[in-house]
């Protein structure tokens, strides 16, 4: 089990009945399994995880003009 405690990688979101759920993965190199926010340590090779949460950004609109 590692020790030092890294940053989670943030993948992307997902939206369920309106409510924002964040990807995360394991910041371990060799595992890079896909992890729980519910988590402070791996499940999967047992690295310690911290989460920083992403930089919000604005949502652009695309819209077609028919042309």
């Known amino acids: 089990m590692k020790i030092i405690r890294k940053l989670a990688y943030w993948t992307g979101c997902t939206f369920f009945h309106g409510e924002r759920h964040n990807e995360w993965q394991c910041p371990n190199k060799k595992c890079g399994m896909p992890i729980s926010e519910d988590y402070s340590n791996c499940p999967y090779c047992g690295q310690k995880v911290k989460f920083a949460y992403p ?6 609109e695309i819209r077609n003009n028919g042309g």
């Open 55 to 60: 930089v919000k950004a604005k949502v652009i």
